[in-house]
């Protein structure tokens, strides 16, 4: 299996500061790769798709870059409602899998 | 738009079944893929498996030979049930659409049910 490491585990950001979470695929994953947040008791949504395609509705400050087994999520200027677990995700190969999350709170 | 919507009983006697309906609206499960996730106490998320356009599966292999994902296309709704379950199986389960580019991801998501295994 892919094995997706996420990192930091927690990080606490102060409105408008620049956020950035990594994962790193134990393989080339081709950019295959998506980030989702998840809020308490909510479902995940999609946030990123094909590692840096923003999905429709999310707001611009999101941004995803990356490629090969290095990847990133951006928040550009830390909001509110930015708060919860975001989780990354490889759809390449079987079985897909899921980062262990990052849990991002306001300061 | 399209929603998707868990139902089934919380609570699951070890070595018996676990049997989830997801109920698709605004959009026919004979196209795209459709499948579940599970997230587990402490936040590890698992892939467990889906159930195509054309009504082909694919599974994790970590589930083996316990899992089977079906689907009624009359009522556009697909199932998951997991046999001989353990402690272990105890989860928050989402049903999800998956869009395929080459990869896969989950652009839709039900809002969840938590399954607990406990005698």
């Known amino acids: 299996d892919i094995q997706m490491t996420q990192s930091p585990a927690s990080l606490s950001a102060s409105l408008g500061e620049t956020v950035t979470i990594q994962c790193r695929a134990s393989?080339?994953?081709?950019?295959?790769l998506a980030w989702y947040q998840q809020k308490p008791g909510k479902s995940p949504q999609l946030l990123i798709y094909g590692a840096s395609s923003l999905q429709d509705g999310v707001p611009s400050r999101f941004s995803g870059s990356g490629s090969g087994t290095q990847y990133s999520l951006k928040i550009s200027s830390m909001q509110t409602e930015d708060e919860g677990v975001y989780f990354c995700?490889?759809?390449?190969?079987?079985?897909?899998?899921f980062g262990a999350g990052t849990k991002l709170e306001l300061k | 738009e399209v929603q998707l919507q868990e139902s089934g009983p919380g609570l699951v006697k070890p070595s018996q079944s676990l049997s989830l309906t997801c109920s698709v609206t605004?959009?026919?499960?004979?196209?795209?893929?459709w499948g579940w996730i599970r997230k587990f106490p402490g936040n590890k998320m698992e892939w467990m498996g889906y159930?195509?356009?054309?009504?082909?599966?694919s599974y994790n292999p970590s589930l083996k030979s316990r899992i089977s994902i079906t689907r009624d296309t009359s009522k556009n709704q697909f199932f998951l049930q997991l046999n001989s379950v353990t402690t272990e199986d105890t989860a928050t389960y989402y049903c999800a659409r998956l869009r395929y580019y080459g990869y896969k991801h989950f652009d839709y998501w039900g809002q969840g049910v938590m399954v607990t295994v406990s005698s």
């Open positions: 605004g959009y026919s499960i004979t196209s795209n893929y």
């Open positions: 995700q490889q759809g390449l190969k079987y079985p897909y899998t």
């Open positions: 159930i195509s356009y054309s009504g082909s599966t």
């Open positions: 393989e080339d994953i081709y950019s295959g």
